[in-house]
Nanobody, 124 residues
Framework: QVQLVESGGGLVQAGGSLGLSCAAS????????MGWFRQAPGKEREFVAS????????YYSDSVKGRFTISRDNAKNTVYLQMNSLKPEDTAVYYC?????????????????WGQGTQVTVSS
């Protein structure tokens, strides 16, 4: 069992930056691939980024590639999402996700554990 707790959401102007963190419980964090998804009102949950158990393997959606960076610190049981050049269309609840087996992922069906979500609002 893994519990995920996100932090760092908030309100930012377009073009600004924001960093999210996700702290995981348990002693097996390094065995999980980790990721971020987001869900805007009235829309389905969509993939943002993921990182494999090895920090060398990262994967991004086309909509955030070049603007967002996912990273992890296994010593701190934490995964991060640095968001730069934010746009109003990035407004959503952002969810941390963990996958127990395999590498980086992009589908909600591949997720074993979800965080509670943190709101990110980008004003124009």
């Amino acid at each position: 069992q893994v519990q995920l707790v996100e932090s760092g959401g908030g309100l930012v102007q377009a073009g600004g930056s924001l960093g999210l963190s996700c702290a995981a419980s348990g002693r097996t964090f390094s065995s999980y691939a980790m990721g971020w998804f987001r869900q805007a009102p009235g829309k389905e949950r969509e993939f943002v980024a993921s990182i494999g158990r090895s920090t060398a393997n990262t994967y991004y959606s086309d909509s955030v590639k070049g603007r967002f960076t996912i990273s992890r610190d296994n010593a701190k049981n934490t995964v991060y999402l640095q968001m730069n050049s934010l746009k109003p269309e990035d407004t959503a609840v952002y969810y941390c996700a963990a996958r127990a087996y395999g590498g980086s992922f992009s589908r909600p069906s591949e997720v074993n554990y979800w965080g509670q979500g943190t709101q990110v609002t980008v004003s124009s």
